[in-house]
């Protein structure tokens, strides 16, 4: 059963009053949004209220929560990382700054930190290739040019703000940097 706050509720009025009453759905995307900062994520209830808030079908609205990735349709940490791995990105170091964050935090893609501080995701293009790499914070706080030093710069700030001493998930996995490295070197001599 998902309860919403009165601001909450005052903005999802808000932005169904820019659409024409009998094209209220219009207004799906935004309230997905709304609910989601309030939720965290997107489970069945949250999806249902947001279908009938806006007189669509569950299924219809579930649509569109899976085919966006700033919705969580899962439960995520606290601090949602999306690093661009689009190809313009992928050019100018996306890859190489989503293998730090992965080494740093000690998780893949799609996995949380134990602690439940960070869940990593590839993003899609962001419109910022001109700064790649780059990776929003919980879709709205957008870092560039993510540097080593300004990730562990972002790491040790989110980490903080947690109340976590240290971004101490380095992971005992194979290091993906030096299998990057690797890759890249043996790509050189092909
Ligand atoms: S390709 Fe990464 S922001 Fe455009």
Known sequence: ?????????????????????????????????IVQDETGWLDASAIALVA????????????VATFYNMYNTKPIGAFK?????????????????????KEKLGI????TTPCGTFTLVEGECMGACADAP???VNNKRMCSWLSNDRIDQLLAELSASQGVNQVAHTSEKTPVIQEFNETKEMGNRA
């Open 1 to 33: 059963m998902v309860e919403l706050s009165e601001k909450s509720v005052q903005e999802i009025h808000r932005n169904i009053a820019k659409y024409p009453a009998d094209q209220k759905q219009a207004a799906v995307m935004a309230v997905l949004t």
């Open 52 to 63: 009938q808030i806006l007189d669509m079908p569950p299924i219809a609205v579930q649509e």
């Open 81 to 101: 990382l999306s690093v661009c791995t689009n190809l313009p990105c992928e050019l100018s170091g996306g890859l190489r700054a989503a293998l730090y964050l």
């Open 108 to 111: 893949d893609f799609n996995e």
């Open 134 to 136: 780059v990776a929003l």
